[in-house]
Nanobody, 123 residues
Framework: VRLVESGGGLVQAGGSLRLSCTAS????????VGWFRQASGEDLDFVAA????????YYADFVKGRITISRDHAKNAVYLQMNSLNPEDTATYYC?????????????????WGQGAQVTVSS
């Protein structure tokens, strides 16, 4: 499945952004989806994942209630709502899809990846 992220940009500390991950294939609803991020010079880190049906979610510990993952099957989209952003959240954010439907933070589980969306948080 081909994934496209959007919604990145520059935001001040304390602000919010909503990232979108969309796919053209109707089969997108049969995939679980995860969001990962990679800061410059750092490893790829797991952020959040959501089940095929949208009723199961899993978050990285650092999220601490600031980030919410959701999906809209009618729009073939998965969203990452990020609030109370801080400069440490600056990274390229990637969405990824797992055709096995796992809701997990292991990047090896994910078969398809988007090109990434840059999020920059200024202090």
């Amino acid at each position: 499945v081909r994934l496209v992220e959007s919604g990145g940009g520059l935001v001040q500390a304390g602000g919010s952004l909503r990232l979108s991950c969309t796919a053209s294939e109707r089969t997108f609803s049969t995939y679980s989806v995860g969001w990962f991020r990679q800061a410059s010079g750092e490893d790829l880190d797991f952020v959040a994942a959501i089940s095929r049906g949208g009723d199961g979610t899993y978050y990285a510990d650092f999220v601490k209630g600031r980030i919410t993952i959701s999906r809209d099957h009618a729009k073939n989209a998965v969203y990452l709502q990020m609030n109370s952003l801080n400069p440490e959240d600056t990274a390229t954010y990637y969405c990824a899809a797992d055709d096995a439907g796992r809701v997990a933070g292991m990047k090896e589980y994910y078969d398809s990846w988007g090109q990434g969306a840059q999020v920059t948080v200024s202090s």
